[in-house]
């Protein structure tokens, strides 16, 4: 015993170049066939992290002949039935007894394989999941949205099946990423004993608010407590999790997100007024509302501004209206959703970038602004708050100061460049390098090394 | 008893989907392809047509047909640009004498709501057109959608007109007969000429509705009803599109109008123009119109400006009255009132199915950038002028 001892200490500073960590990362989205948010990030922390680790990914959905550079990758959907059943043989799934609520629809329906997504009850009251059938790995090849549909159940049968393939990985540790991969890594951990770390994107407070609770919530709680560390993106979420899931905060590692480099380029307004940009889904959560009313505030002390709220949501319709309401409608202008080309080229135009988030983990958009040259207004409550130290910070509910920041930024020429030379210093430290360096040093926290 | 027909045209400017990215860009906002198709198939489908028939039933009558045409400048511009045989066809019928065309706000605008100085600039510039076109000079107002308050017949009564007509809705017209010539408060020269809504809505609307309890209705039965009409005159009038476009060929409409009108002077009726109806009768009594009225299905303006995208559109351009013209550029001013015609607000009502755009919502949104493109050409026109002013100075 003394003498592993001593082997591990004597080994410690030569790990990195000893042996490289093994790593199983589960990921949702990924990139080219799902360009969220979430897999945009799953991508740099890969491509990132397959510098320095083994990384095998396992995904729902992936293209077999899509090739990435320096790690591999499987999607669910590529899977034969043959190979799960063998995989299968002999194991029981036991973690999901621990998720309080049911959400799956608890009607199971026969087919020519069986029952599948079969969910019973034991007398104690606990879930028993069936075995894995045609019909859940279906969930997977059909050509429905990832999120559409029974998304529990796609949960749960990706769980199921990330169990029984980790059997056959040689890994040290797993790294799963959002809820919805959060059960799959718990099953990895409790079929393998392998230490999981779990990477916490986004949660179910910033989505939903304060008292968001429920299955998602539930999970991620869950998922958390289960972890051996935590990866939030920012200290600003970690907060969250310490605070509102009650995560012991000393298995808290924040990693702010990095950006990839984007092909820069400045384009001529085609008009004379200085633009303010807001970008993203139309939720309560980016606070859309607020930059309604700071627009409105704005334009009350200088004419000299135009403002475009780009993409869409939920409140696409009633924002319209407001604007109106607000007699902003001819400076206030809605382009409805763009694609990337699109963002690039409003980006070449714009002056200034507002984010008014209610709660934004982390706001890499406001980074990728940055690297525009673009000064940016963005919330106290995003974790971008903390990388972007030269950026003009409000609360998002403070729109006189939000309002304050932009005028001063559009009348302000001194300050103007002050800000965005500050940010382009900000954002050479956010590349995915060294945010995998950093979580690379939560892998040997967990393991020990 | 005396009976006057009058029909009214007019076709939208639907504009493009003007997205922000256009913005400074360039200046063409409507859909000319788009307009020119739909002025093409309702030509074809109805103004031809009708104006055949018009015609016909002018010189089988030797003249004693006789009706009004309210023409829309707008219309009259695609014509133009597009169908240069509809002009042609309307000219034919002016040329039988039979025909009184009234003067509108050419852009069929809602500017006497907003701007009653535009509201009389754009009145004469229709009535310089119809001058120019067909050799007569209008003497009876027909405002957009039959917009009529105390305050818009006095503004007629100021243009010099005669005449003007309203849409007899019930709340107005209180215990007054809808078949006789009223005057607004204290405005004695211009005369209000009330249209029959009950018959007029009979032809538009209910000839083609089953559930109408005197479906199917016959041409004779019709003629008999205005025989048996009382007052000065009946006043008949509705959209020219009913003719082969709402009421297609299939429904018999053609057919319908070629019996009614000789039925209808086989019951010893006499066909007048509004003119002729202004001159020849006094007005018998007084109807006090303090909120404007319209001739939609609820009488009111709610169409155009209830919600809150229509009441911004229609302040931004109004807010823009002023600059546009100091910049004294006739191409401006022109694209400006064109972005003045009441469709654009009406596609922006939100129970409105009958729009060119996805929703009112697109409708507010092209337009407000195009309005946006608008205000930035303006104001580099503005500069331009001062920069230019400055320099002579020096």
Known sequence: ??????????????????????????????????????????????????????????????????????????????????????????????????????????????????????????????????????????????????????????????????????????????????????????????????????????????????????????????????????????????????????????????????????????????????????????????????????????????????????????????????????????????????????????????????????????????????????????????????????ALKADFWDVNMMAKHIVDLVTDEKLYKKVAEQSAQDIKNSNWDTAADKMIRVYHHVLGW | MNISLTFHAHQPNRLIAYDFFKIGEHAFYEDDML??????????????????????????????????????????????????????????????????????????????????????????????????????????LWNTGMLYSNAIAAQALDMGMEGIMADGNRQMMNNLHPNDLQCAPLIANTKTIVRNRHLSNDLANNRVDPSWTEYPLSPYTFADWITKQEGQVVNISMDYETLGERQPDSTGVFEFWRTLIPAILFGGNRFMTPGEIVREFHSTGTIDCPQPTSCSTFGTTSQWNANVMQQEALKKIYDLEEPVKASRDRNMIHVWRKLQSADHFHYMEKSNGFTPYPSPYDAYIYYMNALADLQVRVKQEADMIRAMESKNLA
Request: aromatic fraction near 10%; proline fraction near 4%; charged fraction near 20%.
């Open chain 1, 1 to 390: 015993m003394v003498a592993r001892r001593n082997r591990v200490s004597l080994n410690e500073n030569k790990t990195y170049a000893m042996r490289r960590i093994k790593v199983l990362e589960l990921g949702w989205e990924f990139p080219p066939l799902i360009n969220g948010g979430l897999g945009v990030a799953c991508m740099g922390i890969s491509k990132a992290l397959a510098k320095k680790v083994d990384l095998s990914v396992i995904v729902p959905k992936a293209t077999p002949d899509y090739h990435y550079e320096g790690f591999s990758l499987v999607g669910i959907n590529n899977l034969k039935y043959r190979q799960v059943e063998t995989l299968e043989s002999g194991y029981m799934y036991e973690s999901f007894s621990a998720v309080g609520h049911a959400p799956v629809n608890l009607q199971p329906y026969a087919s020519a394989e069986g029952t599948p997504g079969q969910i019973t009850f034991t007398r104690e009251g606990k879930l028993l999941f069936s075995k894995v059938h045609q019909a859940d790995l279906e969930l997977f090849t059909a050509h429905e949205d990832l999120y559409s549909g029974d998304l529990a159940r796609k949960v749960i049968e990706f769980s199921k099946i990330c169990a029984v393939m980790a059997r056959t990985y040689d890994f040290d540790l797993v790294h799963a990423h959002d809820w919805m991969t959060y059960l799959a890594g718990v099953e990895v951990k409790k079929a393998t004993g392998k230490p999981l770390v779990v990477h916490l994107h986004a949660s179910q407070f910033d989505r939903a608010g304060a008292d968001a609770r429920g299955w998602i919530y539930d999970i991620e709680k869950y998922g958390m407590e289960q972890a051996d560390a935590v990866i939030p993106v920012s200290k600003y979420t970690g907060t969250v999790a310490a605070g509102h899931y009650g995560i012991n905060p000393d298995k808290i590692f924040p990693v702010h997100n990095g950006a990839d480099p984007v092909h820069v380029f400045h384009s001529k307004k085609k008009f004379p007024e200085k633009l303010v940009l807001f970008l993203g889904r139309l939720t309560a959560q980016k606070g859309p509302e607020f930059f309604l009313q700071i627009a409105a505030k704005v334009l009350e002390q200088t004419k000299n501004v135009r403002f475009v709220m780009a993409g869409t949501g939920e409140k696409l319709r009633q924002l319209i209206e407001t604007g109106a309401f607000h007699g902003v409608g001819d400076r206030f202008h809605f382009t409805g959703f763009l694609d990337k080309k699109k963002v690039n080229e409003l980006l070449s135009l714009t002056d200034v970038y507002c984010m008014p988030s209610v709660s934004e983990p982390f706001g890499l958009s406001a980074l990728e602004a940055a690297q525009f040259n673009i000064p940016a207004v963005i919330s106290k409550q995003s974790g971008v708050a903390e990388v972007m130290k030269g």
């Open chain 2, 35 to 140: 307009n020119a198709q739909v002025l093409s198939q309702v030509t074809e489908r109805c103004y031809l047509p009708a104006n055949r028939l018009m015609r016909q039933l002018i010189e089988l009558s030797d003249g004693k047909f006789r009706f009004a045409l309210a023409l829309s400048g707008v219309i009259l511009e695609q014509a133009m640009h597009h169908r240069p045989d509809l002009l042609l066809s309307f000219r034919e019928l002016a040329d039988t004498g039979c025909v009184e065309f009234l003067a509108m706000p050419y852009y069929a605008s809602l500017a006497s709501l907003y701007s009653p100085g535009e509201f009389a600039e754009q009145v004469q510039e229709h009535i310089d057109l119809i001058e120019t076109l067909f050799g007569v000079r209008p003497t009876v």
